[in-house]
Each structure stands twice: as C-alpha cells, then as structure tokens.
C-alpha cells in the first residue's frame, strides 16, 4: 500500500515540475544564457583593458622619450595629442608633462589650461587633481581676483587636502593683494597652525604676517576712532592699501 502511495507522490511531483518547466522554463534559460554572456563580457572587458593599457604605457614612454630631444613647444604638441587620443591614467600623466613643457616655453596660460584640464580630469586620483589646481592657481594668481581664488582654492581646504596649506597661502597673497588684510593674515595663521608643513612655507608665513602687522594695527586703530593722515585725506573712508596709493600719487 505505501508503494502505492510513493508512486502517487512521484507522479505528482513530476507533473508539478513539468507544469513549473512549462511555464518558467524560457526565463531559466535565458536566465542562463544572461549570466554565460555576462561571464564572458567581463573576462572580454578585462583583456581587453589590459591591452590597451598595455598599448598606451607602451605609446607613453616612446611620446616621454621623444620629447627628452625635441623643444618645449614641440614636445608639448606631442604631448597633447597623446592625452587628447587616451583616457585614464597615461592622460592624466601626459597633460602633466604638457603643462611642464608649457611652463618651459613661456606659455603660462596655455599651461595653466592643462592643469586646470587635469584637476578636472575624474580619472585622475585626488592628490593629483589638487596638485594641478594649485599650479594652475600659481600660473593665473596674479589676474585673478580674490573672489575667483577663494572659489577654487576653499574647496581643497574644506576637504582637508593634502595641499590645503598651499590654498590658505595662495588665498592669503590674494587678499593681500586685494587689501583685505584680515582675511590674508587668518589663511597664514592657518598654516602655522597646520602640524605638517614643511619649514620654507611656515617661513613664509611668518614673513607676511610681519608685513601684515602694520596693517592690522592700522585698521584697529581706525576702529578705535583714530586716522592716519592718508585716510584722513580720503575722507575717512580709504582702505590702508588706498591710503598708500594715496600718499604715492601726492609724492609723499
């Protein structure tokens, strides 16, 4: 009796299968064939990567070698090429070179261009990216206002860069520049406040905030309801960069 029993059970569960079959079976195949073509697309992607990694390392050195032996504008040229026909890391090392070969011929702007090309390259790591925007904020600093350097310099800051202190020191020859004096001396406090940094720039900002002194002495006098003879003469209302700009034009 009980083998009667099993056999029913058996019919059952084959006719429940072949049911399920019936109605699944085309989406457990293409489920299948899905992950076959997957397998085989990624093992393809990879192999593929590596050769054309390969490829361009190998097209990046002899473009490097080259240009040992070609002049700055030309080697540049090359250079350009190079990473405008690539992506990925060899690019990013070639727009470094370029904007290098750029600074050697003479050719700031289209320098700082390539490093400004490069710290918005996504497939460049995040210290280089930073270094890039430091040396092309170093190449522009000179035309661009004070505002336009906070806006590309405060980003590494408030990300903690590696190359924050390099920001809070371009940021502070800025303002001082601009005659805004108070905001210059907190960017070089900043940097004496930074644990690592190294000796040449802590001097430096030691230097300027003894240049800013009288500066800031002077505008907290100001405040106290005092005036130097240059503000006075400008009607009260002359910043201490004006002042002397004042006293120059009247050859004092």
Known sequence: MSDIFREVEQDLRREQA????????????????????????????????????????????????????????EAAEALKLFADDN????????????ADRLMEAG???????????VAGDSDATEILRGMASIKAMLLTLDKASLDDVKARMMPLVEARSPWASNAHELMGLAAYRAGDYQFANEQFQAILESQSIPPGMRDRAHVMQAVLAPHLDTAAGGADGTQDEATAQTGGDASPAEAETTDAANGK
């Not at 097209?59 to 240009?67: G, Q």
């Not at 992506?87 to 370029?98: D, F, K, P, S, T």
């Not at 050719?107 to 090309?117: G, I, P």
């Open 87 to 98: 992506a990925g890391g060899y690019a990013v090392l070639a727009r470094l070179q370029e």
């Open 107 to 117: 050719k700031t702007e289209e320098a700082a261009r390539a490093f400004e090309a």
């Open 18 to 73: 072949s049911r399920l079959w019936e109605k699944y079976g085309l989406y457990v195949i293409g489920l299948a064939v899905a992950i076959v073509v997957v397998a085989a697309a990624t093992v393809g992607w990879r192999e593929w990567s590596k050769s054309v990694n390969e490829a361009a390392s190998a097209r990046y050195d002899e473009v490097v070698a080259a240009a040992q032996n070609e002049e700055p504008a």
